[in-house]
């Protein structure tokens, strides 16, 4: 680490130039939120040593984010995440795209400007916003289903600058499992042959045989090698609507 003394007329990127550091790093080191304000006088730290940049290892940090997001919040989020998730497209049995309710133009647009990749991501929602596994059925054993989902899918990543495509199904029938497995791994070729990654959102498991409906309608190897990428969705354990509770 080195001290820098902040100067008149400095910007953050001025000084993360100067250092050859990228000035998400500068500001995350120091705890500064964008837009990233200075004070002539004040003291950074700039993480290099002995004049070359710290060697560090590279991560993928991925968000879910409601259209309805505070705008401040995903401003000062964006620097930092690689992905954001947009939550989320629905669909119907016919295999039919159900956007948002609410725009989610904006926050895609800022995602992009950041250079954020925005992902759609698709979850069986029904109209009453809860996991529906029955339409998870429905879409899985109806090739015309599958197929009109994948092609509303494109035509909605391509027209709204998405980079790719987040699955998020959630309570899937253990009699669905295969079935679901080659769902993802079609829609993953398909979506791959435009560029467009594909990951799919897991349950964490404490065991191979974990019983429950979180996890016995997911063949996590199977998934690994179907989609780009899998998320481990280990809020599942921490958050404030989390099956585990804590004393």
Same mark, same amino acid.
């Given at each position: 680490?080195?001290?820098?003394?902040?100067?008149?007329?400095?910007?953050?990127?001025?000084?993360?130039?100067?250092?050859?550091?990228?000035?998400?790093?500068?500001?995350?080191?120091?705890?500064?939120?964008?837009?990233?304000? %200075?004070?002539?006088?004040?003291? *950074? %730290?700039?993480?290099?040593?002995?004049?070359?940049?710290?060697?560090?290892?590279?991560?993928?940090?991925?968000g879910?984010?409601?259209?309805?997001?505070?705008?401040?919040?995903?401003?000062?989020? *964006?620097?930092?995440?690689?992905?954001?998730?947009?939550?989320?497209? /629905?669909f119907?049995?016919? #295999?039919?795209?159900?956007?948002?309710?609410?725009?989610?133009?904006?926050?895609?647009?800022?995602?992009?400007e950041?250079?954020?990749?925005?992902?759609?991501?698709?979850?069986?929602?029904? +109209?009453?916003?809860?996991?529906? @596994? @029955?339409?998870?059925?429905?879409?899985?054993?109806?090739?015309? =289903?599958?197929?009109?989902?994948? @092609?509303?899918?494109? #035509?909605?990543? @391509? =027209?709204?600058?998405?980079?790719? %495509?987040?699955?998020?199904?959630?309570?899937?029938?253990?009699?669905?499992?295969?079935?679901?497995?080659?769902?993802?791994?079609?829609?993953?070729? +398909? *979506?791959?042959?435009?560029?467009?990654?594909?990951?799919?959102?897991? =349950?964490?498991?404490?065991?191979? /045989?974990?019983? /429950?409906?979180?996890?016995? #309608?997911?063949?996590?190897?199977?998934? /690994?090698?179907?989609?780009?990428?899998?998320?481990?969705?280990?809020?599942?354990?921490?958050?404030?609507?989390?099956? *585990?509770?804590?004393?």
């Open positions: 680490m080195e001290i820098y003394v902040v100067k008149q007329g400095d910007t953050i990127d001025r000084i993360a130039s100067e250092f050859n550091v990228p000035a998400t790093e500068i500001a995350f080191v120091n705890q500064i939120s964008y837009p990233y304000p %200075l004070v002539i006088g004040q003291a *950074l %730290l700039i993480p290099i040593q002995d004049g070359l940049q710290q060697y560090k290892r590279e991560v993928n940090v991925n879910y984010a409601y259209p309805y997001i505070n705008s401040k919040v995903l401003q000062t989020t *964006l620097p930092y995440l690689t992905d954001l998730s947009v939550f989320s497209y /629905g119907s049995e016919e #295999g039919d795209l159900i956007p948002p309710s609410q725009d989610d133009t904006g926050m895609i647009n800022a995602a992009l950041f250079g954020t990749s925005p992902m759609l991501t698709l979850t069986p929602m029904d +109209e009453y916003g809860r996991f529906n @596994n @029955n339409l998870i059925s429905a879409l899985v054993s109806s090739n015309s =289903a599958q197929e009109n989902l994948i @092609n509303q899918a494109i #035509g909605m990543i @391509n =027209a709204k600058g998405f980079r790719g %495509l987040d699955i998020d199904f959630e309570y899937i029938k253990a009699e669905d499992r295969d079935l679901f497995t080659s769902f993802v791994a079609k829609m993953t070729r +398909e *979506l791959n042959i435009y560029g467009y990654w594909v990951s799919v959102a897991l =349950a964490p498991k404490t065991s191979s /045989g974990q019983k /429950g409906l979180l996890y016995e #309608g997911k063949d996590y190897g199977g998934l /690994g090698a179907a989609a780009n990428s899998c998320l481990l969705m280990t809020y599942e354990w921490g958050y404030k609507y989390s099956y *585990l509770s804590y004393r």
